[in-house]
T-cell receptor, first 111, second 112 residues
Framework: GQSLEQPSEVTAVEGAIVQINCTYQ??????LSWYQQHDGGAPTFLSY????GLEETGRFSSFLSRSDSYGYLLLQELQMKDSASYFC????????????FGQGTELSVKP | DSGVTQTPKHLITATGQRVTLRCSPR?????VYWYQQSLDQGLQFLIQ???????AKGNILERFSAQQFPDLHSELNLSSLELGDSALYFC???????????FGEGSRLTVL
């Protein structure tokens, strides 16, 4: 089976940097993705790491280390609108490539 | 707007009933996914279709079924509904069998 672990909650202040970690157990996967979901809304894609290393997209960066079964999402220059839930997800190599999500991390950005 | 359309947006029904949720994927996307999200929970994978064929299955209950039609839209059928089936049901699509998912706004099901 597969599992992904994320912290349930993270709190930070406006302008700060926050890192949301994701550890996973899977027999093999294509890559690690991150999605953002505002309160009850549709999840939206943020980033994807197929290879080890850092991917940067504006204020957001994502990192993957396959050897450590670990990844993280880094959010810089936090804004109030970044308050949301953030999900890591892996697409498995086997079992049809289904995309499995972690339980999500609720980020609260305070003024 | 992701381009994925789900109907209905809200649905209230009683235990024991049956409902059908509909999803139209983005134009050109061949894969459709269904996810269930209960209150303050993560996204539980139900099932994935690719170009009309079932590709992957999650912990989908036997009371639930789905299909993808030749025009690529998909329907999720939920029967013998129980209180615990109350949740947000998301449909998502992607161009291929892998890759970025585009989610619809979800169908909020309330079972009373």
């Amino acid at each position: 089976g597969q599992s992904l672990e994320q912290p349930s909650e993270v709190t930070a202040v406006e302008g700060a940097i926050v890192q949301i970690n994701c550890t996973y157990q899977t027999s093999g996967f294509y890559g690690l993705s991150w999605y953002q979901q505002h309160d009850g809304g549709a999840p939206t894609f943020l980033s994807y790491n197929a290879l080890d290393g850092l991917e940067e997209t504006g204020r957001f960066s994502s990192f993957l280390s396959r050897s450590d079964s670990y990844g993280y999402l880094l959010l810089q220059e936090l804004q109030m609108k970044d308050s949301a839930s953030y999900f890591c997800a892996v697409r498995e190599l086997n079992q049809g490539g289904k995309l499995i999500f972690g339980q999500g991390t609720e980020l609260s950005v305070k003024p | 707007d992701s381009g994925v359309t789900q109907t209905p947006k809200h649905l209230i029904t009683a235990t024991g009933q049956r409902v059908t949720l509909r999803c139209s994927p983005r134009s050109g996307d061949l894969s459709v996914y269904w996810y269930q999200q209960s209150l303050d929970q993560g996204l539980q994978f139900l099932i994935q279709y690719y170009n009309g064929e079932e590709r992957a299955k999650g912990n989908i209950l036997e009371r639930f079924s789905a299909q993808q039609f030749p025009d690529l839209h998909s329907e999720l059928n939920l029967s013998s509904l129980e209180l615990g089936d109350s949740a947000l049901y998301f449909c998502a699509s992607s161009e291929g069998a892998t890759g970025e998912l585009f989610f619809g706004e979800g169908s909020r099901l309330t079972v009373l």
